[in-house]
């Protein structure tokens, strides 16, 4: 019953109306031809690959899920006709390096269209997602004769791509992976270990997958500083390029899981496969980091993509169910009740599901101009900052899209009653797909670790601060008085966010366990000031359109509304996580570990 | 994986030393003979059952989930043979009316026994419960020969029960119910309607069914004071009181469900079925509420259980796996990594998901003690007192105990990491079965609604007046210096409480919407006094027994450490819920429609 519509005009307003990508992205010579006509055009195109193609097979594959057979993983009915379809569209290339036949889109593009096929259906995205991950990791770090093999045919979406990092016994923790590559006189490793966990290790829609595998050299010194990263192809290339020898590995099992039953994940069995060297020997984290960084956001992008699905259906069901009558008294008093929308409470599920997707899909626009940047623009100073806000704003990303992206899907669940706990309507999928987003490519937990510890505490490129001097900048430079309560609020969390920085800072250095008893509230703390900051420049845009006499008032309109609720109802909460941080670890600390 | 260990220890601690429900049960002429004894082989009986005969059938019965083939439905295997035992042990009339076959047992060993019985498998357990709540209307409203017809058999478990409330177009909303009962000369009636969501409608568990069904008379007013009981048998009873012919009534399928499969959610159609009313006509809903407000306690039971179903394999496998290394420093340098527990943030999941579980059992405790004194004392006035805190309580344990218990059980999901998602170790399950408890037998949202509006606004009887005096006297007396923390955050949060429902009922004459936004929030800030209010009396027992040199020192200092982190890490959040309710209906109310 749910039918997905892909948010192309929220997307265009984000995009060019409030993060003005169109005049930052015709200023780079590398993409200079990617002015609001193209912009547009490729989101309508999006939105038509993902309501037309994805969607329609979304539930279907969650019903059939992935099938296991002497090796091999069938994929459900329809997937392997879509995937070849949206490979030919271009799509898996969309951000590639256009010399090995990729797009080079820009990511403020990419970031809208992963939402777009997230939500369709996340199941198949994942397949697209994870190949696209691996190719930047390739293009990044491998040897030029690795890109010639491999970059044109993943673009092309003939062949797929995985990360393999988890092992049975090893999965935040890295360090302790037993997977060993042995080096062979040709220059190529043999590479034997257990990986599990490992999505779209085995399929049925591509003729080969390449593995990105994590593994340690006989030699490497213990811990994370001993990792090196390898490209392990099914399927050797042949002197044509073609899939020729079948590489020493194979697919163990595949898992049954809460959901994301379309994508296959799958234990993967390497004994002494064919492996190539990616980047340098024990540096194989910090490429596999160019991979991981990317999915992060991607994932975020799942849940604020679920998050927008289940709105959807929520809202079009609150508007079509009449039950109960108006506080006020009836308001369609000729039929037998009024709509799920007079209630005040429906309200606030709809309206807490839209302020965090609507300041979600601003941010997630905000970290695409900042990697663009990082990427494309000519000047140093420019590409520098931005690679400061991608590091500090990645785990946020992550983190707080699946977090709230998940709430937002159990809310739109909520919505519909009993209605939304049955298969028929898609919610109870929503959630399911949705949960998963949480836990894989770094639990939000280790995410939280990451701001706090790395990106905050230890850090010495002063990542927050270039945050904090573009948003006081912003604040300097605001005086729009019917801003007055956006811009006050901004101020105060802000200064709560720093206030507790140092805190947690100065307790860190006497007390370790400081940082990881801070940094989830810390990171829901920053999610609010910046989503607050989202908020604020969304409705500044909002206001000006409509005083402008823009005839799309009611959009605008929509955006005060959900603005205001969002400052008024869901910020108050910045004090409280605040004041949960300033209680210190003691009380996390003292349990010992038996009696738990 | 999972094994669950029913909190027999924890139980014991709440029901005697907390809430010393043995001088209370002793000093009553009905209950005089439940001593500590005979509360401690129930509760270990109780266990035995949950542990050995109900948790076994638990994954099996999600997988398999309910059977529906023309017109009747096989649950899943070892279901029946389970329920039969169950039976015999006269666990299904165990709080029943002594009269008719029950054992007479009070509610606070029946809110134990729920608890568990809903850990170890919610989809058994609520064919039990169900059959459990009829009996109470039935025992209640019905006459003698229903009665006696009926009762003997639902509590010796030959016979279950159902509730049927929701059709396709109603349910929140029973005022428009289409359900039709035609008088018959015999003074019985014919029933006609559709059904949906009926939990247990048709199963292969007994002999027969015994409908409980909301259905109108031709000449009934409008809306819910139209509303009558009937008793709808599915068999009906022949001259020996044993199944004979079949009534007009039947299964039209069943629902396919995020979880609780093991559940049958049916639909049931009535086509002229042979009924009888029970209670008065046009009063259907009040006796109704006997039977569902029985459920709402047991459905808060619900989400208790499975979130320390839940809370019991998260913890045991943070003992075990070894991932990463302490903050200070390696704690078992010997070993490649330490366990789970040295992390700060996996120590804030676990130690949140046990002090709302802890809080929440407690509740469930005091709650079920007022239910006693209601149903059992001998003094009239303290009758009166304790059915005005039951009406108080009953939204709010519903609510609290599934919203928190749904957030435990994905708590209990993310500390497993990818082995969360997976169907192996059943924490996934739990949070798929959690789900239904915030949605059936009246939506949360509902729930507060009827707290705030019914309960608080509109209340004539001062039901929070009892409440908050119990507490103010609790803080006049109590003198202990090391809980002066806990009783100047108690006395602290029901101030700002009180502030809070006086601003409330205010706005609520001029702004009718102002119910309804301020319910959810409202109910919120209750349930954090309320557990503050429990854990100040739970750490005060745990000191004075530890100062007293009980043997039982770990268990009592597990309470200090625990309740120590619910008040310094998970109360401030209550300032926070009360600025969202200060802020009103006007940003919740604003938007039109067509908006959303």
Redo the contacts between chains.
Sequence with gaps: MSSYKAPVRDMQFVLNEVMQAESLLTSMPDTEEVNAELINAILEEGARVAETLLAPINRSGDEEGCQFEAGEVRTPKGFREAYATFAEGGWIGLSGDVEYGGQGMPKVLAVCFEEMIMAANSSFALYAVLTAGASLAVARHATDELKQAYLPKLYSGEWAATMCL?EP?????LG?IKSRAEPQDDGSYLLTGTK??ITGGEHDLTDNIIHMVLAKLPDAPAGPRGISLFLVPKYLPDSDGKPGERNALSCGSI?????IKGSA?CVMNFDGARAWLVGEVNKGLACMFTMMNYERLTIGLQGLGLGDASYQTA?AY??ER???RS??GPVEADK??D?L?V?????????TMRANTEAARCLSAYVAVQLDTAHFHTDPEARERADKLVALLTPIAKTAFTDKG?EVC?LG??VL??H?????WGQ?QH??DA??A???EG???IQ??DLMGRKVVRDQQGMLDVLVAEIREYLAESHDDALADYLLTLERSLDTLLETTDRVKSEASEQ??A???A??PYLELMTLVLYCYMWTRMVEVARREIAAGNPDA?FY??KL??G??F????M??????A??IQ?????????P????
Tied chains: 1, 2.
């Design positions: 988890t016994h090893a999965g935040t923790d302790i599990i966990f898992e049954h899981k809460m959901g994940t809202a609150a508007r009449l039950q109960g506080p006020d037998p009740a709509s929308l209630h005040p409470d429906v309200r606030r599920m709809l309206l998940f159990v669940q909520q009653g009993g939304g706990y049955v298969r028929e109870e959630v399911r949960r998963i949480q836990i894989y639990a939000n937990g939280a670790l370790p366990a940082v990881g008893a940094s989830y009611d309109q929509s509304y959900t205001e609720f400052l008024r109802r869901l108050p909460e910045y004090r409280a996580l004041e949960e209680a210190g670890s003691e009380s996390l600390m003292a349990m570990p038996e009696l738990f």
